[in-house]
């Protein structure tokens, strides 16, 4: 008798207080959606998913009505009637509507300003991706086959340095690189397979470690295809494109799909760019029970000539036009192969492990004149960089989530190690890329980089905590194969990071994040002794909020400061390292979303920076380069049959070439334009840059060269011209 009114009393509990209920989130292909939200519309309890599509609701009743949204699906409700049966929803593509958007209760609610565009407007060329993070500029400067250069937060982020990216977990940046330091080369991903980016801007992450300074960028490609498709474009200056994307895999617990892009330019410039690049990638993932498992493999190969960096000087007085060239024998090659395999290992409803083994082989050659006749006025400055590198890399994560009540409490714990070892690292002085005239360097590199780190989030009602704490050691070695010797050297590093948010509503989150952070400085400047600071650290902090003012508006302020202890950079282009001493920088980012109709869309980011280096007296502390004011925005049509398309401009205003600032890089304004019918499984579209043919410079330096047959060397703004009115038409047929 006493057992049975025991069994009433837990059911009535039950029925009056509710229990906790699990379930998944997923999309057509049944891939998981992490961080969608999911909301008990009876009780106003919320959860997000995790990183495999997971969530936990506490407090369920029978009859309870969830709400499950997320950027880019349409929004669901299910209505609980079972509470043992795991519940699975799956959500439906469909052109975004803010109105359904909110902003969600933790670290990565920022990551809707992405999601939001990639959904308004999709990219279209591989430098365009970089482009889609708020605030973020690039310029091209070496015949469209080199790595961009990159502009974020005050800094002029060469090719990487201070600046981590990642593809589905691969690393982009090259340590130790034979032309700079964090060099990351994304050519090697198709644009088409993009899923989303997660990106943060500054030190706060615990997951991301080296060159993580002014912010990071993981770029997810997709998992599946809903369709096969073939696309062909081409337009001016010879330009030609051809994208297969080929689904060989359709079921509910298996995938595969290859996809190829085939790419040719010979560029506005006057010099042929003979520009080319190949590219294969393939995936295949499975379910094993609750386990996931994913295969991936990749290819690319590009070569160009390049025109290269032209001094202003030469322009003005007629001896070549904007788009010609002082040395056209500049230009490259490069290849990359990658292979990945994933595994994702549920261990209960609760907790699971990440685990990701990646094998990459890189090999670069790049021939460059940028002083022309400076150093060597018979046979010209042209220099050789080359390097032959294979990457080993593993990666390992355990995430718990713990309940708290009505709410939860989630812990990360992970770690790496990736090694690096880059044969005949060379910089050589050449002369019309056919001749060397002497080796200035020539060795190989071995680095190592061992990491864990830990992240805990805790909500205390609106409040979520979240400290972290991440330590990496390095292992530099440096057989220098001129002189014979072999140089080594160690050194680690702790950073820890604090991140607070207040979550005043579905509408409104304030936040204050800050942490250390770090970039590890070359091989070759470590191991002999051309710097005494190994891995210069960096502090900072933003404190701003994310709110939605009307229904269908988002809106971001940041307030943020970093302080960089010194900013070493190792230049790949004369052997040396720079040293900048430490440096200071705080600014204000905007961003704002708007949708004007269902299928009309606003954007607008603004991005402010004030740089000085500390150690240097007012008015000779200005910092190279580093952009003081940028900004971007557009219209886009957005809709998923019809008329589709957009307009866009980026602005960067004039900013200091040196540190006095007597030399400047002028500003510029471009504005480019899509256009594009859909029509069942027909594509048709036309692609515009630079709409009103404006003059401008791509990338510019203070730099000190001298022409054939000049007197004396001369210090100016030598420039790379950005690309005039360009057109490209393009057909996709889906099969």
Known sequence: MRLICLLVLVCANGWAFGQKISGAVIDQQNDPLPGAYVTNISKGIHAHTDEIGRFHLEAVK????LSVSYVGYKTQQVIVSDWDKKIEIELTEKVVELSELTVTPDLNAIQALTKIDLNTAPVTSSQQVLRSIPGLMIGQHAGGGKAEQIFLRGFDIDHGTDFNMTVDGMPVNMVSHAHGQGYSDLHFLIPELIQDINFGKGPYDGSKGNFTTAGYANIRTKSSLDASSIQVEGGQFNSFRTVGLFNLLDEKKQSAYLATEYSLSDGPFESSQNFNRFNVMGKYNTQVGEDRIGLQFSHFTSGWTASGQIPQRAVESGQITRFGAIDDTEGGSTSRSNLKLDFIKTIDDHSFISNQLYYGVYDFELYSNFTFFLEDPINGDQIRQKESRQILMATSEWNRSFDLGSHESFLKIGGSIRNDEVNDVE??????????????????????????????????????????????????????????TQYFESQGIASPKLNVLYNHSKNLQLYFK???????????????????????????????????????????????????????VYVGDAGIVERSGQTRRYGVDVSYRYQLTPWLFFNQDVNYTHARSVDDPEGQNYV????????????????????????????????????????VATGYTVVDMNVGYQVKNYTFGVNIENLLNTEWNETQFATESRMQNEPASVEEIHFTPGTPFSLRAFVKIKF
């Open 624 to 663: 190279p380069l580093a952009p003081g004011l940028t900004a971007s925005g557009g219209l886009g049509v957005a809709r998923s049959q019809g008329f589709y398309g957009g307009i866009r401009y980026r602005y960067m205003a004039d900013r200091p070439a040196n540190e006095d600032n007597s030399i």
């Open 62 to 65: 029978l009859g309870d009505t």
């Open 427 to 484: 910089l050589s002085h050449t002369a019309n890329r056919i001749t060397t005239l002497e080796q200035i360097q020539l060795g190989d590199i071995n680095e190592a980089n061992l990491s864990a780190y830990a992240q805990w989030d805790v909500e205390f009602g609106k409040w979520l905590l979240s400290p972290m704490v991440r330590y990496d050691y390095f292992k530099f070695n440096y057989d220098d194969r001129l002189t014979g």
């Open 514 to 568: 800050s942490g250390f952070g770090f970039h590890s400085n070359d091989s070759r400047a470590i191991t002999t002794g051309q710097t005494d600071i190994i891995l210069p650290r960096a502090f900072g902090y933003d404190v701003g909020f994310i709110l939605k003012p009307t229904s269908k508006s988002f809106l971001n302020l940041a307030f943020w400061s970093l302080d960089l202890e010194q900013e070493l």
